[in-house]
């Protein structure tokens, strides 16, 4: 099977079938990454989209790297990073679903993440979900790995005092009960 950068080779030589099958490669991992920041499935699809028409025009337009292949996912999640800014400047409010409807996982984690600023969430996202480490992620957005970790930490504080903000609204009013 061909790497990553040999596809986009041979995409740069003329076969159009090569970016496709980059593209079958990487989609679900975008999807998982752009879902839980927009908790809406088809917008996650339009953003990946937008990924794949960025990558094209790079593609067909930038010289070729001599990097290794993990040099191009940060590429590619780059692209993902900047549709999702582009994305922020000209969204408009998400609609919380509607009582009672059941939440996949997906969902599930959009409504966790929705809280915390726009910055953070992509940030967890690239660490927790893609993979990243704290470099990599520095080297993608364009700050010391230093700061990727204190807003990573910052993002996790936050995370953890909203759940426990929600724990304390459900527990039962009275006194607790000894097992």
């Known amino acids: 099977m061909k790497s990553d950068l040999e596809l986009i080779a ?3 030589n003329g076969d159009p079938n090569a970016i496709q099958k980059v593209a079958r490669r990487h989609h ?3 999807l998982n990454f752009f879902y839980p920041l927009t908790g809406n499935r088809k917008l996650a699809e339009r953003l990946t989209h937008d990924v794949f028409e960025r990558l094209c025009i790079q593609v067909q337009f ?3 790297p001599a990097e290794p292949v993990r040099k191009f996912i940060i590429t590619l999640y780059f ?8 994305h922020l400047q000209n969204a408009p409010q998400a609609l919380p679903p509607p009582p009672g409807e059941p939440l996949s996982e997906e969902l599930q984690l959009a ?3 929705a809280p915390l600023p726009n910055a953070l969430k992509p940030l967890l996202l690239f660490k927790d ?3 990243m480490d704290y470099a990599e992620i520095a080297e993608l957005i ?3 790995d230093a700061a990727v970790k204190l807003r990573i930490t910052e993002a996790y ?3 953890r005092d909203g759940l426990r903000a929600k724990t304390r609204l459900a527990a039962p009013a009275g006194p607790a009960q000894e097992l």
């Open 142 to 144: 364009g700050i010391p």
């Open 28 to 30: 679900v991992s975008l």
């Open 79 to 86: 692209a993902a990073y900047s549709s999702w800014l582009m």
């Open 10 to 12: 041979d995409f740069r």
């Open 157 to 159: 504080s936050m995370l």
């Open 111 to 113: 409504l966790l993440l």
């Open 62 to 64: 930038c010289p070729a």
């Open 129 to 131: 979900v893609v993979g």
